[in-house]
């Protein structure tokens, strides 16, 4: 079974990186290419194409108007992701490391605005939510034999952000912008790693620590008389999440392998909370119509997330490997909103793996991703900001190109 083709299985699915999980988490910041041996550079490119839809709240008020439309359109847009992983080994026992990637991210921008019976256009409701995060991890590792590796690293992350809503289906929050400056923080992750390349077993555990951001934070808001700052600077804390990656390989026979992983997110502990957005809630809680609005957060999440999958690889000839992957991901248990159109995913990858020489290769994949439905809200006001009466059957597709370089 001893082929070297085999060492490389677990990089095949270039997309299986790149899966929009639960939440805002954009990949799963696996750390793979520093499980390469020797001295390797990598570089992933990925295309996330989502069709993601529902209806806006409030349908019976809208309908008063003659109107018959409440599609929001699509919500997302063409995601590009980019992932570099760059692997140095010094010495025999020795391992370095530097990893760039964008592991939590979102964009949601909508414009609800039907005809009106004489084809005019009425603009009820539109959100605007972006939210990005850059992180380089650099890592250290120890390998005492040449079957274990224990690493260590620190990773240093950004975080900033944009979210407005604006129309009357917001009531207290009808004009709410928000802006959250650029921030860095630092965290930390730890790890083992064992193989046997002769029977491509592959396997690994690590752990990432949260990383909190303190944020310099602007609010304003809508009123009768027009935009009122709430604040001109305040700051808001919080922790992106800490999170444990399970990846497992073993071979089956002398040209087939089965991979697998498992993924645990602590979005639970998880929230955005401008100080500011506290005081308007709260406020606007005092009218007994809007008293559930004390409870409403920006973002949060009701449980923590579990995905993974499960792959199998042929290897057709010296040269080209193909892959098949199912994937899952359990998503956090929110009601539907713009922000949380779905709620978890299953399903379908294929890829294939070109080697070019001993040292080079090129991978290619596609998935095929079919959304969970979220729970409808039972009431507009215990939703989330911008909620939705229900959403549709959605979709995706993810492209991913993935080039390799031991040296």
Sequence with gaps: MKNKIFYFAVTLGVPFQFVQAAALEQMDQNI???????????????????????????????????????????????????????KFQPHAKISTGLIYEQP???????????????????????????????????????????????????SAQSFKGNLKVSG???????????????????????????????YAIKTSLTYRSKITHKNRTSESTLYSNGPITLSPEFHTTFETPQSVNLELQTGLSSKNIAYG??????????????????????????????????????????????????GFAHQWNPSLLTGLEFVWDNGTGNPASTLNPSDGYRGIGLGNMLRFNADTFIASG???????????????????????SSVDDNDAFVYGLKIGHHF
């Design 32 to 86: 793979s290419a520093f499980l390469e041996p020797n001295n390797y550079a990598e570089i992933n490119l990925a295309i996330f194409d989502a069709k993601v839809d529902g209806e806006v709240q409030y349908k019976e008020y809208i309908a008063e108007l003659g109107i018959q439309e409440f599609s929001t359109g699509n919500l997302v847009q063409r995601e590009y992701t980019t992932k570099f992983a760059l």
């Design 104 to 154: 939590f991210k979102t964009d949601v921008s909508y414009v609800y605005s039907p005809s009106l019976a004489d084809g005019s256009r009425i603009e009820i409701e539109a959100a605007d939510i972006n939210f990005s995060t850059h992180n380089f991890t650099g890592l250290l590792g120890y390998q005492p034999t040449k079957n274990w590796n224990f690493y260590t690293g620190l």
């Design 168 to 198: 009357q289906q917001y009531d207290a929050l009808n004009g709410y912008d928000v802006h959250f400056k650029n921030d860095n923080g630092l965290g930390w992750l730890a790890g083992l790693s064992y193989q046997y390349p002769e």
């Design 261 to 310: 992983s498992v993924r645990w997110v602590n979005w639970q502990d998880f929230v955005i909370q401008p100080p500011q957005l506290t005081a308007v809630l709260h406020y606007a809680s005092l009218d007994p119509r809007y008293a559930e609005l004390a409870k409403l957060k920006l973002i949060d999440y009701k449980k923590d997330q579990w995905s993974g999958k499960i």
């Design 366 to 388: 596609l998935y095929y991703l079919k959304f969970s439905k979220p729970s409808i809200p039972t009431s507009p006001s215990s939703s989330h900001i911008s909620g939705l």
